[in-house]
């Protein structure tokens, strides 16, 4: 996996795409439980802006070790041959025996395996990697509800692990055509999903924040349901200050002052 910069939470330039054609329905208001400064010191004053940048055109191949099992076994057998070569090729098979069982094996869970198992190859436009990713984003499109189903699967299954595939994943979202409602159900479980200490230090801290960002752009023009929500998630991580800050900087973008009143609220006003 590249060394993406955490503080940019880096992803691919084609994740842009991903932000258009986003309906505006309300979801059911969320509870507006109080917020309790932290005494915990705040390790950080300047929040990073999260921005997308493109990856590097040369991957850095995946070297992990992964115990065999006949899930993983018969995940790489059921590839098809061009694929699999395609894989093998590009030093990847040990980063697809460590995704798979985060996966369903259904058509959709597939197609998200082998998307997310060469997205940092997508950039190299012409290749065969690239195309395959574009038929699997396809196939994926052409069936949202199946694919949302698969989603909710992988991002249960994949808690805090492979925060660079989730991110990517929580704006994959955006693109379906599903209803609002289910788009913000998922994103906002994935906002508020707990962290442990060793989690929060690392990449997947910025999961909330990224959750929130899909949230915000699929609520634009009506951002006022996107306060209680806010709300809760803050709650969510009152034991993670730096978490807070980070989600509370993006929710910048929307209103300002709000975010700075939270900020205060918190106890994180220099």
């Known amino acids: 996996m590249n060394k993406w910069i955490i503080a940019a939470c880096a992803l691919s330039a084609l994740f842009l795409g991903f932000y258009f054609g986003q309906r505006n329905t309300p979801v059911a208001e969320h509870s507006q439980e109080k917020i309790m400064p932290t005494d915990r010191a705040v390790v950080e004053k300047a929040i990073p802006v ?53 996966f369903p094996e259904d058509e959709s869970g597939n197609n998200l395996l082998l998307m997310t198992t060469f997205l940092e190859l997508h950039e190299r436009a012409r290749t065969d990697e690239s195309k395959l990713v574009d038929v699997k984003i396809k196939e994926l499109e052409a069936n ?17 692990h492979f925060p660079e595939e989730k991110q990517y994943m929580l704006q994959f979202v955006a693109k379906l055509d599903v209803p609002d409602e289910e788009k913000a159900e998922l994103l906002v479980a994935e906002a508020k999903r707990p962290f442990d200490s060793s989690e929060a230090s690392g990449k997947a801290r910025f999961n909330p924040s990224m959750a929130l960002f899909v949230l915000g752009n699929l609520y634009q023009g009506k951002e006022k349901h996107l306060y209680p929500i806010l709300r809760d998630i803050l709650v969510a991580h009152k034991e993670h200050p730096e978490i807070q800050k980070i989600v509370l900087h993006e929710y910048g973008r929307f209103d300002s002052a709000r975010s700075q009143e939270l900020y205060r609220e918190l106890g994180f006003a220099p």
């Open 50 to 102: 999260i921005t997308l940048t493109p990856l590097s055109p040369t991957a850095t191949p995946k070297t992990f070790q992964i115990p065999s099992s006949p899930e993983i076994e018969r995940r790489i057998q059921a590839l098809n041959p061009s694929v699999r070569s395609m894989i093998e090729k590009n030093k990847l098979m040990d980063y697809f025996q460590r995704l798979a069982p985060q």
């Open 144 to 160: 949202p509800d199946e694919a949302m189903l698969a989603l909710g699967i992988v991002m249960q299954r994949m808690g805090h």
